[in-house]
């Protein structure tokens, strides 16, 4: 089978071929460094990461590009509130989102390119569409022309012929909802306002609107033509929409082949927002003890077209299914039975089989995740019964590594234990080895205390935090 992914530009699903071969580029709508992103921003996040994963394990080479918005609407109102320069204001949150992005297991992008460092680029495009009529100069900025091409509309399915009697005035603000669908600004001209935030360019001094950002960042790195754009349902309108528009009107070619969209983020069922109290970032969740592995788990959980529920209950219950994988993945070291078992092969092209049918229908994760259960289960059922010969344990590693080439989740990236913790652990071995078994119980349960579970095998201790 192949690859099939559901393409909001047609609304249905396709057989996925890129435009070139094995070669994919993908663009995903990165944070706007303004605050620490909330937890429905990087289930985004979590979703392009995925994408990548399965199109590198089908043998694509993916060029994986992803902006960071650091300058808009919202990041000189706030750098202003926080009385810093936009620079420093916006680098603080940067460096936060990376920071995030290594905690959650999601692969850097080969090109995090910034929208201050490519001011140039955003220039040329909007001279190629005052050029080409599709932009006009306005007493306050530079604005696209949503009359002026035909497709305007496509992709977030809004008819023009509906918009006319809206579509004669101007939007100046990057956000706005559809109902709102008028002339968007690729350019604002200088106010007082703007504070130090300004840019020669030769149509007059100013600062680019948030859609041109996106258009002239994906095509510098990856062409007028690319395979495939990432990003939330909210992004499809206005921001997706006038990147097409920008791009098109620029190029006169389809700009992008794919276009996939994650679904909502609920919080116990309902729309997370700061007065309502259910909102949060990924550090409000981090502080509470969740391990990031558990968060991963339970974005994959979850069908990325489908609105996803984040409750507590569900990630305590994620942090207890990653507890369950990684420990059968542990135990697998300390297979030594002597007879090889001849249903390994079988058990693993069983669930390889089954997690590659899923990953193709549109990364269906559930039925994935559920088939790499089936798999922890009856590999439980031969560690228990003693069925498994070193090699087979070696086998089952493997292939619990080689699916979690897209989960991310078998491996914890446990901080060194302290140096105290440490010594107790070899002076508890010392004593193991001295036939002092009394004295190694006492280490045991100090351990315990402490927060560290031993677990012996015929291969030594190894330790877990409880
Ligand atoms: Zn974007």
């Known amino acids: 089978m192949a ?110 390119p910034r929208a201050t460092e490519h001011i140039k680029e955003m220039i040329d495009l909007i001279q190629q569409l005052l050029k080409k009529e599709h932009a006009y100069v306005s007493e306050d900025g530079i604005y696209f022309k949503i009359n002026s091409f035909k497709n305007y509309g496509k992709l977030a399915r809004i008819k023009l012929a509906d918009l006319e009697a809206g579509a004669s005035g101007r939007v100046t603000a990057d956000e706005y909802a559809k109902e709102s669908a008028n002339d968007f600004a690729l350019w604002k001209f200088y106010t007082p306002a ?49 990147e097409i528009a920008q791009s098109e009107g620029a190029t006169a070619k ?6 996939l969209h994650n679904e909502w983020l609920l919080v116990d069922g309902k729309k997370m927002s700061k007065s309502m ?75 390889k089989k089954q997690f590659g049918k899923a990953m193709d229908d549109d990364l269906d994760t559930p039925p994935a995740l559920a088939a790499l259960f089936e798999f922890v289960k009856d590999v439980n059922v031969m560690l228990a019964n003693k069925e498994l010969s070193k090699k087979d344990g070696q086998a089952f590693r493997e292939a619990f590594e080689e699916v979690d080439q897209i989960f991310g989740i078998l491996k914890k990236k446990e901080k060194p234990l302290a140096k105290d913790l440490q010594k107790l652990i070899d002076d508890r071995e010392a004593a193991r080895a001295a036939k002092q078994w009394k004295k190694a119980d006492e280490l045991r349960d100090e351990l315990r205390k402490k927060g560290i579970i031993l677990e012996d095998s015929a291969h030594g201790v190894r330790w877990k935090r409880a």
């Not at 960071?68 to 916006?90: H, W």
């Not at 935030?197 to 100013?206: C, I, L, N, Q, T």
């Not at 041109?212 to 754009?229: N, P, R, T, W």
């Not at 207890?320 to 002597?338: E, G, H, W």
């Open 3 to 112: 690859l099939k992914v559901y393409n909001t530009l047609k609304r249905k699903k396709e057989e996925f071929v890129p435009l070139k071969g094995k070669q994919v580029g993908l663009y995903t709508c990165g944070p706007t460094v303004y605050n620490y992103p909330h937890i429905g921003n990087y289930r985004a996040y979590v979703f392009g990461d995925l994408l990548k994963r399965v199109l590198k394990s089908q043998g694509y080479a993916v060029t994986h590009i992803m902006n960071i918005t650091d300058v808009d609407d919202k990041t000189i109102r706030d750098s202003q509130k926080a009385k810093k320069s936009l620079k420093a204001f916006t680098q603080e949150f940067e460096n936060a989102f990376f920071e995030d992005l290594e905690t959650l297991g999601i692969q850097n992008a080969d090109v995090f």
């Open 194 to 242: 703007d504070g130090d935030v300004v840019w020669d360019a030769p149509f007059g001094k100013g600062r680019p609107g948030w859609h041109i950002e996106c258009s002239a960042m994906s095509m510098k790195y990856l062409g007028q033509q690319f395979d495939v754009h990432t990003g939330g349902v909210d992004l499809i309108f206005p921001h997706h929409q006038n």
């Open 254 to 259: 389809p700009f992008v082949k794919y276009w």
């Open 277 to 351: 109290g259910n909102f949060y970032t990924l550090r409000d969740i981090l502080a509470k003890g969740y391990d990031p592995l558990a968060i991963r788990y339970l974005y994959l959980g979850t069908h990325y077209r489908q609105k996803f529920n984040f409750t507590f209950e569900g990630l305590d219950a994620a942090k207890q299914a990653v507890q369950r994988i990684q420990d059968c993945y542990a135990n697998l070291s300390d297979a030594d039975a002597v007879q090889h078992n001849k249903d390994v092969h079988k058990r693993i092209d069983e669930l």
